[in-house]
């Protein structure tokens, strides 16, 4: 891996959701509205169920998705419709799947922001001359509205899924985003929320791959993941992006939130 200490990153591409954008928290008022109307039997204390089997995506629609063997309302209404059979909700059809998606969709977009930590982070880095940018497995259009409305229109969304046809863990948009970047892939660090798809991947594809495990947001699953052990592969961890200039041996001073 590479040393920031011997090799100082130049660049820092990030994550957006889950890792600038509060995601979670956004598709849990998502998930509330659209369960008050289409699982009206449900109590609200079910509600983070709901939401916790939509993130896990178990059956992996999403990263099928991401791979390009599937569209996205395609993906999305499999995903829609796991929930209902898992609490007993109708099945949605074409024409219920259109009110489903308008429901969950408005409020998802409605309720974007920013981590408290985003904003003075990329600050910081920028302030220190490093470049920054994102990369993600979502639309680069949806990205870039995304990041605008939690206040970070000038962070560039600079390579999505639609801009390979496929994306992470695939090297190529690493690579790709690097260059769009104008850096040394191994002097740019790729920080994101999920171990594997995120930081590992970076770190495969000759990266400074940075996992961000904050406290109370991981997706969970059946093998949760170790930091300790996520160190050991060679990857840096840190628990609030805050941390993450001091981690990567960048002199930069964080100024407390806004």
């Known amino acids: ?7 100082p990153v130049e660049g820092v591409l990030f994550d957006v ?34 939401l ?54 408005g409020t998802f977009e409605a309720s974007w922001t920013a981590f408290s930590d985003s904003r003075p982070v990329v600050d910081a880095l920028v302030g220190a001359g490093v470049r920054v940018g994102s990369l993600s497995n979502a639309r680069v259009e949806l990205q870039t509205r995304k990041l ?46 999920e171990l594997d798809v995120d930081a590992r991947a970076a770190l495969a594809a000759g990266l400074v791959g940075v996992w961000l495990d904050r406290p109370g947001t991981r997706r969970g699953g059946p093998h949760p993941e170790d930091p300790s052990a996520a160190r050991a592969s060679g990857v840096h961890v840190v628990h609030g992006l805050a941390d993450l200039p001091a981690a990567l041996g960048v002199a930069a001073e964080v100024p407390a939130p806004r």
């Open 148 to 193: 605008a409305a939690a206040g970070m229109p000038d962070v560039p969304l600079l390579v999505g899924v639609d801009t390979l046809g496929f994306g992470k863990p695939d090297p190529r948009v690493f690579a790709e985003a690097c260059r769009r970047l104008g850096t040394d892939p191994a002097r740019t660090a790729y920080v994101g929320d």
């Open 17 to 50: 959701d889950d890792t600038l954008v509060d995601t979670r928290a956004a598709f849990a008022e998502a998930i509330a509205a659209a369960s008050r109307v289409w699982l009206p039997h449900l109590p609200p204390d079910r509600y983070d169920e709901v």
């Open 52 to 105: 916790a089997l939509w993130r896990a995506d178990p059956n992996g629609h999403y990263r099928a998705y991401t791979r390009g063997e599937v569209d996205f309302d395609a993906q999305r209404m499999a995903r829609a419709n796991e929930l209902q059979a898992t609490f007993g909700g109708e099945l949605l059809d074409d024409a219920a799947y259109v009110d489903w998606k308008d429901l969950f969709w």
């Open 1 to 7: 891996m590479t040393d920031p200490g011997t090799a």
